[in-house]
């Protein structure tokens, strides 16, 4: 069984999966969207149909000295959404400070165009959540 990693943002969410022996993780895609929660619902059912998916796991935006990001009330009422849709499957959240500094140091080092880095730093930083995940549960 996969697990699904979500970095969840107000006009974007990046995913990302694992293989099939939760070893190693992917990016899926960024998802734009008008803020409407439905629209990344309707993705989540998409990769429910195509994986086998047994945990959701979302990033909770913390600040460095501990304490709660202002978005994480969003993210906790996202969070129930899904827990709410979905009470089949194990939704879990992990601590997500400073995945958007890796993401971008990655790209930097990759030497992505600046123009794309938009479009696909909630993807990197999606794997960065699954795989902290990942290493937190081994």
């Known amino acids: 069984m996969r697990k699904l990693g979500i970095d969840y943002g ?3 969410t990046g995913f990302a999966i694992t293989d099939e022996l939760n070893i190693t993780v992917q990016g899926l895609e960024t998802l734009k969207y008008d803020g409407n929660d439905k629209v990344i619902l309707r993705k989540i059912d998409e990769y429910l149909e195509k ?3 047994d945990t959701i796991v979302v990033g909770m935006p913390y600040l460095l000295n501990g ?3 202002e978005r994480a009330e969003k993210t906790e009422k996202f969070i129930h959404k ?3 849709k ?3 499957i194990k939704i879990d959240y ?3 400070r400073l995945t958007t500094v890796a ?3 990655t790209m930097n080092f990759l030497n992505i165009n600046k ?3 938009k479009n696909i730093v909630d993807t990197i930083s999606a794997i960065y959540i699954l795989e902290t995940y990942i290493n937190k549960i081994n």
């Open 10 to 12: 107000d006009s974007r």
């Open 51 to 53: 994986y086998h998916i």
């Open 67 to 69: 304490d709660k990001a």
């Open 82 to 84: 899904l827990k709410c």
């Open 86 to 88: 979905y009470n089949n």
């Open 94 to 96: 992990i601590d997500e």
């Open 103 to 105: 993401a971008h140091k």
């Open 115 to 117: 123009h794309k880095k």
